[in-house]
Every structure is written in C-alpha cells, then in structure tokens.
T-cell receptor
Framework: NAGVTQTPKFQVLKTGQSMTLQCAQD?????MSWYRQDPGMGLRLIHY???????DQGEVPNGYNVSRSTTEDFPLRLLSAAPSQTSVYFC???????????????FGPGTRLTVT | AQTVTQSQPEMSVQEAETVTLSCTYD???????LFWYKQPPSRQMILVIR??????QNATENRFSVNFQKAAKSFSLKISDSQLGDAAMYFC?????????????????FGTGTLLAVQP
C-alpha cells in the first residue's frame, strides 16, 4: 500500500491564482480530512469527508473548496490564492469499515505552499 | 467547542534521561480519544500513542507512556531513555466521538506543539 499520497510536495503561487492540491489513499478509508499547519498554531482542520459525496467544513474553511467523488480521492481547491494561505497542508485518512476498531489517522507527507 | 493546550513550546532532555510533555484539554464530552503525534524534520506526522477516554489504564508503547487524568483533563506524554531520534515536534490531539451523518466525525483537534530537543 502507498498509504496517503499528496501532490505536489512544493508549490509557489502568485496572489489570485487557483490550484488544486491532490490527495489519494489506497487503504479503503471512509474518512478523509485536510489540515493546514502554521507556526505556533498546530494543525487546523480545513474540510473533511466521511464518505464519497459527503463533505463538511472544519475550523478554517474560507478560501478552500473540496469534493469527494470517489472513496480514494479528496482534492483541495484554492480558488484565488492569498498570502494568508501560505502554509503546509496535510491530508489524512482513517476508518476502514472492515476494521472499525482502527482509529488511527494516517497522514500524507504534506504540501508546502507559498503564495507571493 | 473542544480545545487542546500544550503550554511548553520547547523542551530539552539529555540522552537516556526521561522527559514529560504536558497537554490539557477542554471538553464536555465523556467519550473521546486522545493522541500524541510526533513530527520530525521530515514533516511526516507519526502516531506515537493513543488513549481511549473510557479506559482507566494508561496507554504504553515501548519507551512512551501517558498519564491520563480524565477528571483533570490532562494527558501528558512520558518518554523514557530518550534517544537522539526522539528529537521532534510533538502534538497532542483530541478526537470527538460524536455521531454525524450516521458515523463518527473523526475530526482531530491539535495543540500548538512542543519542540523537543535531545542533547547527546
């Protein structure tokens, strides 16, 4: 299993540009989430999904869109990038219905995004 | 809303010694999970240990153990026989067990982290 994969690893954007951060998992997990990590603030939840076709907002959703058309993929879209969105972004997944006692969240390697 | 507080931005320990990282949380729920994650310079988030709130026994994983005090809402991590490879940022995290959309929300709430240095 590749686990949780994220692309790209690094990205530089200009203010106003749009882009999509990709996240995929091959563990048959129902739940997927996007977090951003900023210095001194830990990780904060942006959006999450409990299954294909179901998404909800987290703590800091403004400026980001998500969709979940398949169990495997959970892309994060920045509609119009702003310098305040400079951060490290982590995707995570968990909960395989065939192993409901497993509660661990598996994280991807992260994407470092800089908006100038 | 739940909150997680790590009051030690930085800690230092000598190799082979023991160190304790503090974490407190606030919640009105009775059923939840608590986690410690390690983030080395590689940036990868690694689960160190987890504790189910309904279990009174403190979780242990090799050199890592927790002191879970549910009434005090405290969840500290003890690292014994510290090694150079333990140097990292450590995050405490809370996960609600509330039901939504027919299943648990599974959202993690993180503290701000403690940067642990290990001195040779």
């Amino acid at each position: 299993n590749a686990g949780v994969t994220q692309t790209p690893k690094f990205q530089v954007l200009k203010t106003g540009q749009s882009m999509t951060l990709q996240c995929a998992q091959d563990m048959n997990h129902e739940y997927m989430s996007w977090y951003r990590q900023d210095p001194g603030m830990g990780l904060r939840l942006i959006h999450y999904s409990v299954g294909a076709g179901i998404t909800d907002q987290g703590e800091v959703p403004n400026g980001y869109n998500v969709s979940r058309s398949t169990t495997e993929d959970f892309p994060l879209r920045l509609l119009s990038a702003a310098p305040s969105q400079t951060s490290v972004y982590f995707c995570a997944s968990s909960y395989n219905p065939r192993d409901p006692l497993t509660h661990e969240q598996y994280f991807g390697p992260g994407t470092r995004l800089t908006v100038t | 809303a739940q909150t997680v507080t790590q009051s030690q931005p930085e800690m230092s320990v000598q190799e082979a010694e023991t160190v304790t990282l503090s974490c407190t949380y606030d919640t009105s729920e009775s059923d939840y999970y608590l986690f410690w994650y390690k983030q080395p310079p590689s940036r990868q988030m690694i689960l160190v240990i987890r504790q189910e709130a309904y279990k009174q026994q403190n979780a242990t994983e090799n050199r890592f153990s927790v002191n879970f005090q549910k009434a005090a809402k405290s969840f500290s991590l003890k690292i014994s026989d510290s090694q150079l490879g333990d140097a990292a940022m450590y995050f405490c995290a809370y996960r609600t067990q509330r039901q939504r959309f027919g299943g648990a929300t599974n959202k993690l709430i993180f503290g701000t982290g403690t940067l642990l240095a290990v001195q040779p």
